[in-house]
T-cell receptor, first 112, second 113 residues
Framework: KQEVTQIPAALSVPEGENLVLNCSFT??????LQWFRQDPGKGLTSLLL?????REQTSGRLNASLDKSSGRSTLYIAASQPGDSATYLC???????????FGAGTRLFVKA | DVKVTQSSRYLVKRTGEKVFLECVQD?????MFWYRQDPGLGLRLIYF???????EKGDIPEGYSVSREKKERFSLILESASTNQTSMYLC????????????FGQGTRLTVV
């Protein structure tokens, strides 16, 4: 059974710092991995999608990597800003079905 | 731009009421999903649909049903609302296929009193 773990559960950094959020998964038989952002009380906003054949994806200050064989993904945020404060979730789409399995998320606080 | 719209942001219902949560997407996506999100439990899949009139149970379907009469609309039904169904409900959609991106609605915060 696929399990997705995100470490740390919460993170507080000063503005301007570069940071890395981690995601691990137990079953490497995935189609893709997706990173989302969620603001309090809101829905999920898709940030980056990495297909199983890819190693990384970039969007602006965000860079996500995928190492399928080791079951790991990282989300790198450069030059963090207070507006980056949110919960970040990773999710994997398993092969052999429609199910997307989510991690519990990392709550990020960027202090001005 | 993909848009997934949930009919209500906030709902308050009484125990035993029948509750309808509506979700509409405008990008002709085949797949649609209903999740609930609770502190400490993360997102859990309730039901999903991969075509009109097709539905599959997710991880926690008990107490819920769904309806997909049109491709763009996926409804979640609480047959008899209970207090343990107080939660944030999230709808999502995606294209058929393994390399597609999931898009979410803004969420419905349901409180059952």
């Amino acid at each position: 059974k696929q399990e997705v773990t995100q470490i740390p559960a919460a993170l507080s950094v000063p503005e301007g710092e570069n940071l890395v959020l981690n995601c691990s998964f137990t079953d490497s038989a995935i189609y893709n991995l997706q990173w989302f952002r969620q603001d309090p009380g809101k829905g999920l906003t898709s940030l980056l999608l990495i297909q199983s054949s890819q190693r990384e994806q970039t969007s602006g200050r965000l860079n996500a990597s995928l190492d399928k064989s080791s079951g790991r993904s990282t989300l790198y945020i450069a030059a963090s800003q207070p507006g980056d404060s949110a919960t970040y979730l990773c999710a994997v789409l398993n092969t052999g079905g429609f199910k997307t399995i989510f991690g519990a998320g990392t709550r990020l606080f960027v202090k001005a | 731009d993909v848009k997934v719209t949930q009919s209500s942001r906030y709902l308050v219902k009484r125990t035993g009421e029948k509750v309808f949560l509506e979700c509409v997407q405008d990008m002709d996506h085949e797949n649609m999903f209903w999740y609930r999100q609770d502190p400490g439990l993360g997102l859990r899949l309730i039901y999903f649909s991969y075509d009109v009139k097709m539905k599959e149970k997710g991880d926690i379907p008990e107490g819920y049903s769904v309806s997909r009469e049109k491709k763009e609309r996926f409804s979640l039904i609480l047959e008899s609302a209970s207090t343990n169904q107080t939660s944030m409900y999230l709808c999502a959609s995606s294209l058929m296929g393994r390399d597609t991106e999931a898009f979410f609605g803004q969420g419905t915060r349901l409180t059952v009193v």
